[in-house]
């Protein structure tokens, strides 16, 4: 019973366009989402976060956009970079809960070609 | 640097052998969580700390997992009698748990397990 699900294992995309990963829950409960990045050998490195009380979020190149009602969250990368090339996580939270454990999607790896 | 830390970072060791991972957090965070990561797969919950107390475990931590936090610092992760399916990334995260940025973990770089 996975409840969140990241459905596009890879994605390609040429340096300077857009990456648009995407994400989707099926608990209700949850309220607040975070997108990961992570390089090999590494741990997951904290990008951008968002409230359920929000439906945008911006931070420099990163986007992240919340819709509830259909319960999907993506995250925008704009312009892409080599650098972004990673497998990126979407993960969620319920804030009223002890500990606020996260969620992890499966992971979509991103390739960015120069 | 001061960010999360873990020893080892690679640990091999042979089925039914006992190991131990040491997480080192955020010296300002109280809260301190211990995820599993598998090939291929999200990094799954399996325990979590408010300061020295162990507050919530996932029914993926079967009795031969344990883990502490003396004095609120750092954590042990013990594993007895591992199995091969015990092989994974070991995960470390700390977050401050108040704050403007409350729910946000900063991930260590893992302590990868190989049993065989």
């Known amino acids: 019973d996975q409840q969140v699900k990241q459905n596009s294992p890879s994605l390609s995309v040429q340096e300077g366009r857009i990456s648009i990963l995407n994400c989707d829950y099926t608990n209700s409960m949850f309220d607040y989402f975070l997108w990961y990045k992570k390089y090999p050998a590494e741990g997951p490195t904290f990008l951008i976060s968002i409230s359920s009380i929000k439906d945008k979020n911006e931070d420099g190149r990163f986007t992240v956009f919340l819709n509830k009602s259909a319960k999907h969250l993506s995250l925008h990368i704009v312009p892409s970079q080599p650098g972004d090339s990673a497998v990126y996580f979407c993960a969620a939270s319920m804030i009223k809960a002890a500990g606020n454990k996260l969620t992890f999607g499966g992971g979509t790896r991103v390739l960015v070609k120069p | 640097d001061t960010g999360v830390s873990q020893n080892p970072r690679h640990k091999i060791t042979k089925r039914g052998q006992n190991v131990t991972f040491r997480c080192d957090p955020i010296?300002?965070?109280?809260?301190l969580y211990w995820y599993r990561q598998t090939l291929g797969q999200g990094p799954e919950f399996l325990t979590y700390f408010q300061n020295e107390a162990q507050l919530e475990k996932s029914r993926l931590l079967s009795d031969r997992f344990s883990a502490e936090r003396p004095k609120g610092s750092f954590s042990t992760l013990e594993i007895q009698r591992t199995e091969q399916g015990d092989s994974a990334m070991y995960l470390c995260?700390?977050?401050?748990?108040?704050?403007?940025?409350?729910?946000?973990?900063?991930f260590g770089p893992g302590t990868r397990l190989t049993v065989t």
């Open positions: 995260a700390s977050s401050l748990g108040q704050g403007p940025y409350p729910y946000e973990q900063y």
């Open positions: 010296s300002e965070h109280n809260r």
